[in-house]
């Protein structure tokens, strides 16, 4: 992981953080939160992580593999819902 305080200009040096991705995503909610979309090398399928501040830390979607998914964030960072493909 590398971080930028200028926008992406500049980046730090990059960290490992402990898991490996496989073609990773990420993107920022409007609220500020960051989500990773990636395919996972353990254990097939899809993960999910996410970061309320600024990817210091995440929280893992451990037993939510699957092949398609939609899933909302929690609007107090608990955790996520798994949606149907039918849900607002």
């Not at 590398?2 to 995503?25: C, I, Q």
């Not at 970061?51 to 830390?57: A, I, Q």
């Given at each position: 992981?590398?971080?930028?305080?200028?926008?992406?200009?500049?980046?730090?040096?990059?960290v490992?953080?402990?898991?490996?991705?496989?073609?990773?995503?990420?993107?920022?909610?409007?609220?500020?939160?960051?989500?990773?979309?990636?395919?996972?090398?353990?254990?097939?399928?899809?993960?999910?992580?996410?970061?309320?501040?600024?990817?210091?830390?995440?929280?893992?979607?451990?037993n939510?593999?699957?092949?398609?998914?939609?899933?909302?964030?929690?609007?107090?960072?608990?955790?996520?819902?798994?949606?149907?493909?039918?849900?607002?």
């Amino acid at each position: 992981m590398s971080w930028s305080a200028d926008e992406g200009k500049t980046w730090t040096t990059p960290v490992a953080f402990g898991m490996r991705l496989n073609a990773p995503s990420l993107y920022t909610l409007r609220d500020g939160t960051l989500v990773c979309l990636h395919g996972c090398y353990t254990r097939g399928g899809l993960r999910l992580i996410f970061s309320t501040d600024g990817g210091h830390t995440t929280s893992d979607a451990k037993n939510m593999s699957r092949r398609l998914l939609r899933v909302r964030i929690r609007a107090d960072h608990s955790g996520i819902d798994l949606l149907s493909l039918t849900d607002p």
